[in-house]
């Protein structure tokens, strides 16, 4: 059989004279029995779970949302606090984020394959997803049953997430540096360290740059839950809390702005960062 003719025999004629591939991927049929499951859990769910809708009461709803710009309801000392417990929220972010990258860098550097030998960047990458696969907040809470509760332990599990987040995107983002120039370095004589600041670094710097706005943005959202989920003080976590039990509307806004507003800041950096890497 010639090769047209194998090509030919893929395809099939339809009654509008159309041809259609006569073998379909499997990923397509994949994708179509996720669909047809995630359906059908829905369906199910819909129709077995129970929900007390007659309690429902859009009047106490559309209450809350008018308090909730109620700025005006709230003192300019009260402002003040929220705003310094959010300073000390995006702290703590940084304070994690720049720890756990400064620890990471040289165990990136030894798990980049062309920077290190293959048994040890397979064991260091291992040991990095086992960290990674567990939840940040999982960690903190490890600390915080063996070492107490404190900002402390919370930086430090925060640190320890994050040691795992930069051991992948270091390896990754040093794995991408041109091969040549790094044999043109080792075949001219350069050492191993000449190599990671001559050509690794300076190939890299922007995207090293980025991923640290991104872990930062990740520790910040980090540090605003580790107040009300496990109850460490001074972040503007634990004001969300207080406001919300209390039911103090005006003040529970207040603080869910200065978050999204911090929020927004980060990923307006990270696209900047993400466009310089990309030019």
Avoid at 17 to 44: A, M
Wanted: aromatic share 12%.
């Amino acid at each position: 059989m010639s090769e047209i003719q194998l090509v030919n025999s893929d395809f099939k004629s339809s009654k509008s004279k159309r041809y259609k591939l006569r073998n379909k991927e499997v990923s397509d049929q994949l994708i179509k029995v996720i669909l047809g499951l995630f359906v059908v859990s829905l369906v199910v769910f819909l129709l077995t779970a129970t929900y007390k809708w007659d309690q429902f009461r859009p009047d106490i709803v559309m209450e809350m949302a008018a308090s909730f710009l109620r700025f005006d309801a709230l003192k300019l000392s009260e402002m003040t606090y929220i705003a310094s417990l959010l300073v000390n929220t995006v702290f703590l972010g940084v304070l994690s984020t720049v720890l756990a990258a400064v620890l990471a860098f040289p165990f990136g550097l030894l798990a980049a394959t062309n920077l290190s030998s293959v048994r040890c960047s397979n064991v260091i990458k291992s040991i990095a997803s086992f960290v990674r696969a567990v939840p940040t907040i999982i960690w903190v809470l490890i600390f915080i049953s063996s070492y107490g509760l404190s900002a402390t332990t919370a930086v430090v599990g925060m640190i320890f997430h994050g040691w795992a987040f930069f051991v992948k995107s270091y390896s990754e983002s040093f794995e991408e540096v041109d091969s040549g120039i790094i044999e043109a370095l080792k075949a001219s004589g350069a050492s191993w360290f000449q190599v990671i600041t001559e050509a690794v670094l300076p190939s890299c710097m922007t995207r090293i740059i980025a991923w640290l706005a991104m872990r930062s943005e990740i520790n910040f959202a980090v540090a605003v839950v580790v107040g009300p989920a496990i109850g460490v003080a001074g972040t503007i976590g634990s004001v969300i809390n207080a406001y919300s039990r209390s039911g103090f509307y005006p003040g529970l806004g207040f603080s869910i702005l200065c978050v999204f507003l911090v929020a927004f800041l980060f990923e307006l950096l990270i696209n900047k960062l993400r466009t310089n890497t990309i030019d």
